[in-house]
Structures are given as C-alpha cells and as structure tokens.
C-alpha cells in the first residue's frame, strides 16, 4: 500500500515560514491526488491543499491561500508555508489516494494518512 511520514515541523514566530514535508513509500504511483489537512486544538481536521498527478492542479483553503504552496515530486509531498500566523498552529497531516475527482477538500476521501507534524506559531 502507501506509507506516509511527514516532517518539517517546529516551532517558530508569527511572520516566519516553514517547509513541510511528506515522504511517500509503496504504492506511490496509485496516488493520484495528494493533500494536506490540519487540525487545531478544539477544532475539526480542516483541508489546506491539494495536488494532483496528471495535471498539477492545486487546490487551496481561502484561509492559507497566497501563503502557502503545495508541490509534489516523484515520492514527496511538500507545503511551503509562509507568513505563518497563530491561528495555523495545528497538527499538519499528509493524505493521498488512487482517486481523481472533485472530493480532494474531504477528508473522507483520501485512503492514506500519515501521522502528523506539529506545528507551532508563537505572537
């Protein structure tokens, strides 16, 4: 199947940036759609990006779009993450699966996760 590990994570101020990083093993050439979701203290897991395979096609949450870039190469996912404010703090989860289509945004529809990367904006 597909193994997921993400990283990057860390620590840092309001206004810094972060690189985010998922590396992918198995399987990896049935992922046609990879994303990233989030999930804050006494929050819901939330959808932040998407990428697909054949097109390259990006998808963004209005919360992170024009401050985040999501990029994906032969094995890896990535999440470039820039003027980072308090309110990303969450834990950053890596997805991906077979489907093509239009549910990219739905947890529901990604068949593998990874186990999450905590990231932390301090004020």
């Known amino acids: 199947q597909v193994q997921l590990v993400e990283s990057g994570g860390g620590l840092v101020q309001a206004g810094d940036s972060l690189r985010l990083s998922c590396a992918a093993s198995g399987r990896t050439f049935s992922t046609n759609t990879m994303g990233w979701f989030r999930q804050a203290p006494g929050k819901e897991r939330e959808f932040v990006a998407a990428i697909t395979r054949n097109t390259g096609d990006t998808y963004y949450a209005d919360s992170v779009k024009d401050r985040f870039t999501i990029s994906r190469d032969n094995a890896n996912l990535y999440l470039q993450s820039n003027s980072l404010k308090p309110e990303d703090t969450a834990v950053y989860y890596c997805?991906?699966?077979?489907?093509?289509?239009?549910?990219?945004?739905?947890?529901?529809?990604?068949?593998?996760w990874g186990q999450g990367t905590q990231v932390t904006i301090s004020s």
């Open positions: 997805a991906a699966t077979w489907k093509y289509g239009s549910g990219w945004a739905s947890q529901g529809w990604y068949d593998f």
